[in-house]
């Protein structure tokens, strides 16, 4: 038996026989070609070609695991269609008098170097995804047929690194697990193994040999290990933890339907995260009570060009009626940072997660902002909307939004359309507003703490940053306060608090929010009834104290320093 560590990306357990996927090697030759031109045409035809592949693959994996997970397809399709990338490949072959194939991976050197040298880690990380739509253009380029799996059993596939449009190909039926020698557990890959809800390991020191292939295999997704050969004791351990979780998993159903309260009565809201209304499926079989955050960026992110107020007026008002009288909370566009669209042009930025972002988008672009209000208020007569507007620091930008909507709601009214009278609220991501929260709070008809920044801003460490990834602490005392004062600002205001971030599915903070009194927790479909089964367990007037002295003076610390 050998035991190779790795680095969790999606719990759970998977047994099977192990198999090696390693990528077609495309030796790329420099030929001398006549005609350029003719080349030219070659290239471009792969192109349409390649693009014509991501559109089908972004279709089928947009029906499997929602829009968020598919718009990195989506991302590669225009990569392909940037200007930069075509024409360096194509001046090779004018100049140079040389073929496609050695025209694009000179393209390609030259694009991932220059990714690779950028400070910023986001654009760093961009240099796998070029890597990733040449060899596409490249394989078609040779005539040859794209290194997918196959497979007819199941198996845990053992890979040096899979592209993200590697890994959304992946049979669910077909692959139990994944496990890379490379990767981050903060990549694309690794959300959409996520999404997809494959147990899977990053930087696993495993060797790629082909004697490999066939040997059975298990993945524990809790413990970061890859058992190969494993021995009688490991394999009863790993078959029984498999049963328990899959018995846990049967038993979560039975709280379909049941009330998210407290044993001693404490009512609390669970709500689902999601990034389009083809999500809405997820929403429903998990019993969500509401959504407590719809994305409205991905509608931005997925398109080619700027949504129309219609567009985006039908969208919001099919989330609306499909979960009706539920409540839908979506924020506005949340741009900048780490999320562009090719067609909407944002300045470079030394810092961009500081940058011209979210609501400060909006605001210095009000034509934008303008459309997509209209649409929210005119949906917003159809189910319960509220409107959540993202990354506010100040009392000032409070009062530009009212200028702005009181002129959308005057002119839906000139026009005599309809609209209704949506709740708004204010997210909580940053220091500023935690501490003048008490006066934001007069200010709006609810809070929602983004916790997945609030934690960036308040350690000033960087979320993309892996070089950081042991300094970031989410469940920091100074982060866990600060939720805290929210909590009670707003509840002295008499308005609610939610969280939406990535903390408000984490299990081991689950009663520390009842015992701060957050009234709503919004997380992915798949962990709400996990959270209820805790909440409906939880005594909070028996527990509260001691759970919040233990978290608010420091004591909850990584267990590698307990």
């Known amino acids: 038996m050998n035991i190779y560590k790795g680095k969790s990306v999606y719990k759970g357990i998977a047994i099977g026989k192990l198999q090696i996927y390693q990528k077609k090697d495309l ?25 014509g592949q991501l559109q089908g693959l972004y279709e089928a994996s947009r029906d499997a695991i929602g829009t968020a997970g598919a718009a990195i397809i989506e991302t590669h399709k225009m990569m392909l269609q940037d200007d930069d990338f075509i024409e ?95 990767g981050s557990a903060n990549s694309h890959t690794a959300i959409l193994a996520r999404t997809l809800g494959i147990p899977a390991l990053v930087g696993t020191a495993i060797t790629l040999d082909a004697s490999m292939n066939g040997k059975l295999a298990a993945v524990d997704g809790e ?20 049963e328990a979780l899959q018995t846990k998993k049967m038993l979560l159903q039975t709280l379909k339907g049941k009330e998210t309260v407290t044993l001693d009565g404490q009512k609390i809201r669970l709500y689902a995260n999601i990034g389009s209304y083809r999500d809405l499926a997820l929403v429903l079989e998990n019993d969500a ?17 700027y949504p129309s107020e219609e567009e985006q007026f039908k969208i919001y008002r099919t989330v609306a009626e499909t979960m009706a009288p539920k409540r839908v909370i979506i924020r506005t566009l949340d741009l900048g940072a780490d999320k562009h669209a090719d067609y909407f042009p944002l300045p470079r930025e030394e810092n961009p997660a500081m940058g011209c972002r979210a609501i400060r988008l ?50 839906l009214t000139a026009d005599k359309i309809p609209f209704g009278n949506p709740e708004q609220g204010i997210m909580i991501e940053t220091p500023a507003a935690v501490l003048i929260s008490d006066q934001l709070a007069r200010e709006a008809d609810f809070f929602s703490i983004g916790t997945n920044d609030l934690t960036q801003y308040t350690l000033a460490i960087d979320r993309q940053n ?12 100074a982060v866990l306060r600060m939720i805290a004062i929210t909590a009670e600002n707003a509840h002295n205001a008499g308005i609610r608090c939610g969280i939406c971030g990535e903390l408000g599915a984490d299990p081991e903070l689950t009663k520390f929010f009842l015992s701060v009194g957050i009234d709503e927790l919004s997380m992915s479909p798949g962990s709400i009834l996990q959270t209820r089964k805790i909440i409906r367990e939880t005594n909070v007037s028996e527990e509260g104290s001691r759970l919040r002295k233990h978290f608010l003076t420091g004591c909850a610390q990584p267990a590698a320093e307990q």
């Open 27 to 51: 030796p790329i030759k420099r030929v001398h070609v006549k005609d350029a031109e003719a080349e030219i045409r070659r290239f471009r035809q792969a192109l349409q070609t390649a693009i």
């Open 88 to 182: 360096s490949a194509e001046h090779i072959i004018r100049t140079q008098q040389v073929n496609a194939e050695y025209a694009l991976a000179m393209t390609e050197d030259n694009f991932v170097n220059m990714f690779a040298a950028l400070e910023d880690d986001y654009m760093k990380g961009r240099a796998a995804d070029v890597r990733d739509i040449s060899e596409r253009v490249l394989v078609i380029l040779s005539g040859q047929e794209a290194g997918l799996l196959q497979t007819e059993e199941p198996v845990i596939v053992a890979a040096d690194d899979l592209a993200p449009s590697e890994t959304v190909q992946l049979d669910p039926s077909k692959v139990l697990s994944f496990v890379t020698v490379h």
């Open 223 to 242: 413990t970061g290990q890859l058992y190969v050969e494993p021995d009688a004791e490991a394999l009863s351990l790993l078959r029984g933890k498999y």
């Open 289 to 305: 009570e509401g959504i407590g955050l719809f994305r409205s960026e991905f509608l931005y992110l997925e398109s080619r060009t």
């Open 362 to 411: 909006c605001l210095t672009r009000p034509d934008i902002f303008r459309t997509q209000l209209r649409a929210l208020f005119r949906a917003s007569s159809f189910g319960n909307i509220a409107i959540l507007y993202p990354m506010i620091t100040s009392l000032r930008e409070i009062t530009r939004i009212r200028q702005i909507v009181s002129r959308v709601k005057e002119g």
């Open 466 to 477: 892996a070089q950081v990834d042991e300094f970031f602490d989410p469940h920091h005392p």
